[in-house]
């Protein structure tokens, strides 16, 4: 009976999170309803995958509005619905087009227009007229014609006690006080869950519209499927041929790199191109290859990194510089049989081409079929006291007291306890879709088969999801990000060519690593101007460690970061770097896997190599719980399932 719920992804307006509807349903008695969000489908999917959990009948829709006014509600049918309706919120979005006031010719969709537009025309077969209870007194006034195309609308948008923070955010929406509110910019107060009987008992004296609105539930469906892969399928058009190309692109490289004769590289290798091939990966390598190919020929110069740079095959592609096998890297962080997320490159190029490699990207990959990732920015902390404040009136002195000095006595006011009373259920809420930093979408269907698209300042179409939600219908996002750094690296070879005469080759770090003048200024740590080594904290950590090779300068980046140096890891790998002898090892294995850190985790692989030699973890469920400990999941499940 639930046609019309309403989460706080109906931004500054509802505030149920997706957990809070499922929880009202099973309160309230109700095993199916529809999450038709205002003008977005970013919850969705979660939604449905939520509700299957919990045993529920979860369907998708849409509630159009212009502004303010309510359009109607639609409501997909099954999954080409679902596309449909995506479709046509992308259209008007990219077109920048205000919603029509009638729906257009849907094929898998029904359409519910609110009360008032009962007369305004004659409905087509998927069209009807949302009656709510608070309108169901005057349409037992209307002809039975009529009655015939009416559905119950009972919509869900807060529970009872959160109305004033709804009132809240529509005022923060609309940058109005709270009491400059007009009655058409708020929902209507009974806009809760309601018991299905007592929903049901509210309209038994119109049978015919609760007959109408089991019938068009009754024909709705939603099998998704979470488990496939949903990026695109193939790079040449088969799997057969992604595979040859895949292993000819990797050998071709493997000579350049390894030499032919090099077989610990080699297997290794195989092994790698066994997994990837197994868990239908090739594409996906195949086309990072094919944009780091064209940013080659266009003479763009990247960095491959992140944990892609833990992959041979990666290395032999070219897509990333670092030898993985020289520095002891296992391809399980990387990519793995039970990784439950996909696994992504991250590639980084001038802060000035990188426009030019998503027009590639957007260009060869088919439009409709290629989007930026999504992201959600929420109300945080600082943020909340502040936009709250603004409602209410505030003077800028009296916010900043409210921020920076809660517990100051001024405080104690009406306002300031009503701010505060609201504070902890709108922390986090969603406030506005954004654009992720880097992620980049290539499907093999349509992405409207997953969420409508936004069109941001950026002009690329936008995923209205985020990264956790990508991963968790199957997606691995192409990492593209912007680094002013890499377009100083071109500078510099470009001055010294034409000032020298010199062509610089940055493609093979390696005989960087063996200079002897670097070392020195290494040692030295005159690093200004350098990127990631050149902020006091890294320059004092340089001197304490006397560094001046390759390796110790990796084991800096990592000990400088916040966990590694606030928990004595820091200043622990300092002193037994200086007198190795000190090292204490609390078993064999340790010595064994850690001596090249003096038994001291530095590196997250550094957690693989320990939980698989000491713990007895294979390693891929090693890097399950390895990224359990670095907070990638949004749950623990995957970590009870080792």
């Not at 998704?224 to 071709?252: E, P, W």
């Not at 930026?372 to 909340?384: Q, V």
């Amino acid at each position: 009976m639930l046609l019309n719920l309403r989460s706080y992804f109906s931004l500054r307006f509802g505030t149920l999170s997706l957990q809070d509807l499922i929880s009202g349903m099973l309160a309230g008695g109700y095993d199916t309803a529809v999450l038709t969000d205002i003008n977005n489908s970013s919850g969705s999917l979660d939604f449905v995958k939520m509700g299957r959990a919990a045993g529920l009948n979860l369907l998708a829709g849409m509630e159009f509005r212009n502004g303010d006014q309510l359009c109607y509600v639609a409501i997909a049918k099954n999954e080409r619905g679902f596309q449909e309706i995506n479709a046509y919120r992308t259209k008007l979005n990219m077109e920048n087009r205000s919603t029509p006031e009638r729906a257009p010719d849907f094929e898998q969709v029904f359409v519910i227009y609110p009360f008032r537009r009962i007369n305004a025309f004659s409905l087509r077969d998927f069209e009807y007229i949302g009656i709510r209870p608070s309108e169901r007194t005057r349409a037992q006034l209307l002809e039975r014609k009529l009655l015939d195309r009416c559905v119950i609308l009972a919509p869900v948008s807060f529970r009872k006690a959160d109305y004033t923070l709804h009132r809240q955010l529509r005022a923060i929406d609309n940058n109005l006080l709270i009491s400059q509110l007009e009655r058409e910019q708020l929902a209507a107060e009974d806009e809760v869950f309601v018991p299905k009987a007592k929903l049901i008992g509210l309209f038994s004296e119109l049978p015919q519209v609760l007959a109408n609105t089991s019938r068009i539930l009754a024909q709705c469906s939603f099998g998704f499927d979470f488990t496939s892969v949903k990026n695109k399928a193939t790079f040449t058009g088969n799997r057969y041929n992604d595979k040859q190309l895949l292993h000819t692109y990797c050998m071709d490289g493997f000579a350049r790199r390894y030499g032919r004769n090099d077989h610990i590289a080699g297997e290794r290798i195989q092994r790698e191109l066994e997994i990837i091939e197994n868990l239908r990966f090739s594409s996906y390598f195949l086309i990072t290859d094919d944009i780091c190919r064209y940013a080659r020929g266009r003479n763009f110069h990247y960095v491959g990194r992140g944990s892609g740079a833990n992959s041979a095959v990666a290395y032999c592609l070219g897509i990333t510089d670092v030898d993985p096998i020289a520095l002891n890297l296992p391809f399980e962080r990387f990519l793995n049989p039970k990784r439950k997320s996909p696994p992504d490159f991250d590639v980084d190029f001038a802060w000035n081409e990188r426009d030019a490699m998503h027009a590639y990207i957007f260009d060869r990959y088919q439009t409709g079929h290629t989007a930026l990732m999504g992201a959600m920015s929420t109300f945080r902390s600082r943020s909340i006291l502040s936009e709250l404040g603004k409602v209410y009136g505030l003077p800028k002195a009296e916010i900043d007291r409210l921020v920076h000095e809660p517990e100051h006595m001024l405080n104690k006011n009406e306002v300031t306890n009503t701010i505060l009373s609201v504070y902890n259920r709108m922390a986090d809420f969603p406030n506005q879709r954004t654009i992720h930093a880097s992620g980049v979408l290539i499907s093999e269907e349509p992405l409207t088969c997953y969420s409508a698209m936004d069109n941001p300042p950026k002009g690329l179409p936008t995923m209205q999801f985020d990264m956790y939600v990508a991963e968790d219908i199957g997606f691995e996002k192409f990492d593209i990000l912007s680094q002013r750094g890499i377009g100083h690296i071109k500078d510099c070879r470009t001055l010294v060519r034409e000032n020298l005469g010199v062509v610089i080759d940055t493609d093979n770090p390696k005989r960087f690593f063996q200079d002897v003048n670097i070392a020195a200024q290494l040692k030295s740590a005159n690093t200004i101007g350098c990127f990631y080594i050149e902020s006091p904290a890294m320059r004092q950590l340089l001197t304490k460690l006397r560094c001046d090779d390759y390796l110790t300068l990796v084991a800096a980046s990592s000990i400088i970061r916040p966990g590694v140096a606030s928990s004595g890891m820091m200043g622990e790998y300092i002193r037994r770097h200086h007198d190795p002898a000190t090292a204490v090892y609390p078993h064999p294995v340790f010595k064994e896997q850690l001596e090249e850190t003096y038994g001291v985790m530095v590196y997250q692989e550094d957690v693989m190599k320990i939980a698989n030699a000491y713990g007895g973890l294979d390693m891929a469920d090693a890097d399950v719980l390895r990224r359990m400990m670095s907070g990638k999941y949004r749950s623990k499940d995957h970590l009870i399932e080792i």
